[in-house]
């Protein structure tokens, strides 16, 4: 036990002294990445299927719309955040730690998480917290892992699920909070920053395990609601997922209820892209629906007679024929 322990602090100094190096360095400038702007583009598309949604009394599909839009939201505040992160660095004062200052920072995380996992070879520290549950959803152990070769970038390091339970609709998603081993530190973020720069690693691991066993709704990638079940884009309730299907317009998740098949295509499609024609009253997707040229309502191809509906062309012949009836001229 006696030899262990010696060489577990002979591991802790070697890594003690490249942190301490690594912190001490003067940050090497970077190029940043602006933010993607096809995210911009998606904005804008859900936008305007919103609006559309709205005007035609689709309340639920809009309210789903609208969470899709803060979730592509939350994506460009992080890439906008990162982008800040690297254009602020410069101003940022560097700190210079002593060794021995990152050796019992060390030893405080073996002592807070019950163990410690140093690799020199991918220079990692990691630490196993307990198993994470929130509102009842057991979530599992998470791994969190300082990735020392990227100390002074933005976030160097991952959230690892150990026992993976994750979300129906996102197998990348292990945790509210985490998806594809990127914690969305919320309120942590200055805090977990300012931690990591004045190397104190210790108050890094347990803020980043308060930020796991906390639960924001607001700042979540998928609702623990939704955990084990998908939505419905239509009506709003919970489906197994198996048990849903996806809108071939638009990918959109709908319970069997709520799923229509158009009657012209066959093609699966939600609500927001599926109308009824105004003459037959059957259910068609967007692209097998036409306005009539006069009215301008919606109507399927079989309604519709040189693009005008029943009604118009009915109108258009009693208008025809009251202007070519003969006038009966009064005899002189």
């Known amino acids: ?26 940050p090497a400038p970077i190029a ?6 096809d995210l911009i583009t998606d904005l804008d598309r859900l936008y305007l299927r919103s609006k559309r949604a709205e005007a035609r009394g689709y309340r639920l599909a809009n309210e789903r719309l609208v969470q899709e839009q803060v979730a592509l939201l939350k994506q460009l ?20 730690c002593d060794r021995n200052q990152i050796v019992n920072e060390l030893e405080a995380i073996e002592t807070e998480f019950g163990g410690i996992e140093i690799d020199f070879r991918s220079q ?10 929130l509102d009842g959803v057991c979530l599992g152990r998470f791994r969190i892992c300082l990735e020392v070769r990227y100390l002074g970038e933005s976030r160097p390091y991952r959230v690892i699920a150990l026992d993976p339970e994750c979300s129906r609709d996102c197998d990348e998603t292990t945790h509210p909070h985490v998806q594809s081993e990127a914690l ?13 720069l004045e190397g104190r690693l210790s108050d890094c691991f347990v803020l980043i395990r308060q ?3 906390t639960y924001n709704p607001d700042s979540a990638y998928t609702q623990l609601s939704d955990w084990f079940g998908v939505e419905c884009h239509d009506c709003g309730s919970t489906a197994d997922r198996d048990d849903c299907n996806s809108c071939d317009r638009c990918d959109a998740k709908t319970c069997e209820d709520c799923s229509t098949s158009c009657a012209d295509c066959d093609r699966t499609v939600c609500g927001n892209c599926s109308e009824s024609c105004e003459s037959c009253g059957q259910r068609f997707c967007d692209a097998c629906l036409s306005e009539c040229r ?23 012949s009693d208008e025809t024929e009251t202007t070519t009836a003969p006038t009966d001229v009064a005899s002189v």
């Open 184 to 196: 969305c530190e919320g309120e942590g973020a200055e805090p977990i920053k300012h931690a990591l």
């Open 77 to 96: 505040r992080d890439q906008v955040d990162r982008c800040l992160y690297a254009r602020e660095r410069d101003d940022t004062p560097t700190v210079h």
């Open 294 to 316: 006069k009215c301008g309502e919606t109507f399927c191809e079989d309604c519709l007679t040189k693009e005008r509906c029943d009604d118009c062309t009915a109108m258009e």
């Open 124 to 133: 990692t520290v990691a630490a196993v917290t307990p198993e994470i549950e």
């Open 32 to 37: 940043v990445d602006l933010p993607d702007r």
């Open 1 to 26: 036990m006696k030899r262990e322990a010696k060489r577990s602090r002979k591991r802790q100094a070697k890594m003690a002294t490249l942190i301490a190096t690594k912190l001490g360095r003067d």
């Open 211 to 213: 930020v796991l066993e």
